[in-house]
């Protein structure tokens, strides 16, 4: 069975945005530590709102490979991020869960934080395409 680290390593841009993750009694947790590269307001300074909701939205896809494993990653039909508050220059966890999922998809939920979990920067809310193996 494969793991989060090694679904994250399948994923060009998780391994540039050097995301790696863990599987929790709750789900999937993917850490992106902090780089230079993932400020988008050096005034602030701020991340990237595309960084952070890549970071969510691969969370999320971890999460439903690593429950629904296939030869193939499960396919966006839809994603919603809500940014709640300026990500800063620092580490940055996401936590994924399957709210509910049939037999061709699933609705995932994902929150960002940084420190304090019940202070998220940023939320996810997703449909995924879960594709058969032909």
């Not at 595309?50 to 994603?79: C, F, H």
Request: aromatic share 6%; net charge neutral.
């Amino acid at each position: 069975m494969t793991g989060p680290s090694e679904l994250l390593q399948r994923l060009p841009y998780a391994r540039f945005l050097g995301l790696d993750g863990v599987q929790t009694d709750e789900g999937v947790q993917v850490v992106m530590p902090f780089a230079d590269q993932l400020i988008g307001n050096p005034m602030l300074p701020a991340l990237h709102g595309g960084s952070t909701a890549a970071l969510l939205e691969m969370t999320a896809i971890v999460q439903v490979a690593d429950t629904y494993p296939r030869l193939r990653l499960p396919k966006p039909i839809n994603v919603t991020v809500c940014y709640l508050r300026t990500g800063r220059p620092r580490d940055t966890f996401a936590l994924a869960r399957i709210s509910r999922a049939g037999r061709r998809v699933a609705h995932v939920t994902a929150e960002a934080w940084q420190g304090d979990r019940n202070d998220p920067i940023a939320s996810l809310t997703a449909h995924f395409l879960l594709q058969d193996d032909n």
